[in-house]
């Protein structure tokens, strides 16, 4: 996918299909951005709960400083009966691997803050574990960076009057409550592109009829494509080959000690040459 209006490019692929495992690579003019997801489900009756885990890395390309992180907890509420909502939880801690600066924002979960499970608190430490900043917001809408005014006892700050915002979220488009609550990025997601790979997810026939409402072929569309996928599966094993992903190959990070799915290059090339090569037939 190319965003030209944000100047960025992004390619995802998945990497693993037992377990589900997807690596992806996004790029602009001043940093890379990497990660391979996938993810720890535990079901708990009418709730769910789903743990990211390995690493989020970005690079920036100005002075090659490298940061990494990992993702807070997620639990979506009400899966069988009810309305649906999340929460989330934990401490993500983001790590400059060169400075060995970091920053850390603390989630709360429903059932520990109540109505205030929303807020962000975070700090922004030094090397030697000085407090620089307050970090202060609210994962549905944005997040604050505050300087450090004064220490207070037990270890609490003051925040002084220079603050820089750091995001905030962009109000939803009117027709989002009838889109399953999606931003307007999500909703382009599955727009089809110019001279996508064969193998690109927006090119699948049964999302492309279940989009147009044709829910009956699109059921039949999706079992087909499993059967031909267990097919490939069969073909593989009896073959005693193993699947390859086309455009990732595992890496080890020496920054992290973390071993993941990492871009080999080539999916642009292919894509401005309108070839691409070594591809199977999944569709």
């Known amino acids: 996918m190319i965003r030209e209006d944000q100047r960025y490019a992004v390619v995802c692929e998945q990497v693993c299909h037992h377990p589900p495992v997807t690596a992806m690579h996004c790029e602009s003019e001043n940093w890379s951005l990497w990660q391979e997801y ?35 907890t997620t639990t979506i509420h009400n899966i069988i009966l009810g309305r649906l909502w999340v929460d989330n939880e934990g401490e993500v801690l983001v790590t400059c691997h ?3 600066e970091t920053a850390s924002v603390k989630f709360q979960s429903y059932s520990k803050a109540g109505k205030h499970f929303k807020e962000l608190k975070g700090e922004v430490r030094s090397e030697s574990g000085t407090v620089e900043r307050l970090l202060r917001g609210a994962w549905d809408k944005g997040l604050d960076s505050y300087k450090v005014k004064s220490v207070l006892p037990k270890n609490n700050y003051e925040s002084g009057t220079h603050v820089h915002s750091l995001w905030k979220t962009k109000e939803r488009p009117a027709e989002s409550t009838k889109m399953f609550g999606f931003t307007k990025f999500a909703m382009e997601l599955n727009d089809i592109d110019i001279g996508i790979c064969p193998t690109d997810s927006r090119m699948r026939p049964d999302c492309r ?4 409402g044709h829910v009956d072929d699109a059921s039949k569309e999706k079992h087909r494509l499993e059967e031909k996928q267990r097919a490939a599966k069969r073909a593989r094993d009896a073959a005693k080959t193993a699947w390859k992903p086309r455009w990732f190959v595992s890496a080890r990070d020496a920054d992290t000690d973390s071993v993941a799915h990492v871009y080999a290059g080539g999916y642009w090339r292919a894509k401005l040459a309108a ?6 037939d999944i569709y």
Do not use: A
């Open 38 to 72: 996938k993810l720890d489900i535990r079901f708990r009756g009418q709730y769910v709960k789903v743990i990211p885990t390995g690493f989020v890395h970005l690079r920036m390309k100005s002075d090659n400083m490298h940061y990494s992180w990992k993702k807070p």
């Open 275 to 280: 070839n691409f090569k070594d591809v199977p």
């Open 98 to 100: 060169q400075t060995k």
């Open 209 to 212: 009829l279940l989009e147009l």
